[in-house]
């Protein structure tokens, strides 16, 4: 808080003579009043010198009383009201809905009947437990628009009152923040300094690093340290961070086993994690391209869970459409959903049942439609 130009003061002055004149004194004066007092508070110095400059002694020691009375009442409620807009790192701001996220996966996620289970097993387990051995280390695999962004931003939601918006929830895109592989070293030592300074100043931050598979392979090493199981270091404690790493590495090898699957006619919901989970690891750890080649992370087991995100059928299209409808507020179409399906790509070429895109293009062409 810095010194502030003195005409609010007197403005405020004036406000207390009116309320001290027994005039009635409306909310949104007083509430403005508060906030303006505390941004004033600070400087209540320099304001008891420029009225010794300018006013009668006697003047100035009773109305000083009134300013100290008036201060003491309406610091604490100008704090409130600043907390109550303003976001920090406590309760009011970051609680976690069980509930929320349980109902949220259920309801607007389709078809990741795996990724659905663990996400919520994973997530509460941690979030319940008021003294994790380590951060959260979660890993979402699957080809595009299958919903790994979205359950990142789900999880977010239901944790941080500001959701992806919140000022402890950290974005990285490997596209944007280390394009160039050449540079791995200067990244090397920004990552560390971002997770160090930003787990420090609130210890329940949410990193997402999106596009793994295009991160300069090594590259994630560097947060070694901070997803271990130590109980702090260099005086800051990860054990409340959460981590999800989001990449297209093992999509392949995903939509392979739920082709697999299709084949034998066996239903997508029979797909369990273990059909899948030992693969995606095995996959990710000897694929140079998918941002986890030969890393120690995996190895020493500091992923908790690798989630396997299913390629989406042309029903998983369809209610994608329909909650797309719903959300922007147009009334349900059966008709332009099957449209939006039909317009999809389907893969493997001779069976097509996997949406190549998911759900991913789903907005634009319905906006094509409406
Ligand atoms: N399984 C799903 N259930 C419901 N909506 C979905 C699903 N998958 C994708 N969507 C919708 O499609 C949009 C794009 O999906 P999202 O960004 O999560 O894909 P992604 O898995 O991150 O893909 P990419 O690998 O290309 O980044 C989401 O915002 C969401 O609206
Ligand atoms: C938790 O989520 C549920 C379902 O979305 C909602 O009804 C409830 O109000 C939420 N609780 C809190 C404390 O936000
Ligand atoms: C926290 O992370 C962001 C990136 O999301 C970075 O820009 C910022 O400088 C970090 N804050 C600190 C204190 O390191
Ligand atoms: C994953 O799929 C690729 C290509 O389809 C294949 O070469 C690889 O062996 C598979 N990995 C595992 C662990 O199954
Ligand atoms: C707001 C208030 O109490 N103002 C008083 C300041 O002091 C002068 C002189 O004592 C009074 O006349 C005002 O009423
Ligand atoms: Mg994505």
Redesign the pocket.
């Known amino acids: 808080m810095q010194l502030q130009p003195l005409a609010p003061v007197l403005l405020l002055l004036s406000h207390m003579v009116l309320m001290a004149a027994g005039e009635p004194i409306s909310t949104s004066i007083a509430v403005g009043m508060a906030a303006v007092l505390t941004g004033l508070l600070a400087s209540y110095q320099g304001v008891l010198y420029y009225l010794h400059e300018c006013c009668r002694e006697e003047w100035i020691s009773f109305n000083k009383s009134v300013i100290v009375g008036a201060t003491g009442f309406l610091y604490p409620l100008g704090k409130k009201i600043y907390n109550y807009f303003r976001e920090t790192c406590n309760d009011d701001w970051i609680a976690f809905n069980t509930t929320g996220l349980e109902k949220d996966l259920e309801r607007?996620?389709?078809?990741?009947h795996i990724a659905s289970r663990v996400v919520l097993k994973g997530v509460t387990g941690f979030m319940n437990n008021k003294s994790p051995k380590k951060p959260l280390v979660l890993s979402?695999h699957?080809?595009?628009?299958?919903?790994?962004?979205?359950?990142?931003?789900l999880i977010a939601d239901n944790i941080y009152k500001k959701g992806m918006t919140s000022n402890y929830v950290h974005l990285f895109t490997s596209t944007a923040h280390f394009p160039h592989p050449s540079q791995i070293d200067t990244y090397k030592v920004q990552l560390q300094q971002w997770i160090k300074g930003n787990v420090s100043s609130c210890p329940r931050s949410l990193f997402v690093f999106?596009?793994m598979d295009k991160m300069p392979p090594g590259l994630i090493d560097s947060i070694k340290p901070y997803l271990e199981y130590y109980d702090n270091l260099e005086g800051v404690s990860y054990r409340h961070a959460i981590f999800i790493f989001?990449?297209?590495a093992g999509?392949q090898n995903i939509s392979q086993v739920a082709l697999d699957f299709w084949l034998k006619g066996k239903d997508r919901e029979e797909i369990q994690l273990k059909d899948l989970e030992a693969a995606l690891s095995l996959e990710v750890f000897n694929n140079k391209n998918s941002g986890f080649w030969h890393t120690s992370l995996i190895d020493k087991n500091l992923v908790d869970f690798f989630i396997p995100?299913l390629p989406?059928e042309r029903r998983?299209v369809r209610?994608?459409a329909l909650?797309?409808m719903e959300a922007q507020g147009l009334p349900l179409d059966e008709e332009i959903a099957n449209q939006v399906a039909d317009d999809m790509i389907y893969s493997p070429k001779a069976e097509r049942v996997f949406a190549s895109?998911?759900?991913?293009t789903?907005?634009s062409k319905l906006d094509y439609y409406t």
Do not use: I, M, P, Y
């Not at 607007?108 to 990741?112: P, Y």
């Not at 699957?142 to 931003?153: A, P």
């Open positions: 607007k996620l389709f078809g990741q979402l699957g080809s595009t628009g299958t919903g790994k962004n979205f359950v990142s931003q999106d596009e989001l990449s297209n999509g995100f989406l998983h209610a994608c909650a797309e895109k998911g759900c991913k789903t907005r």
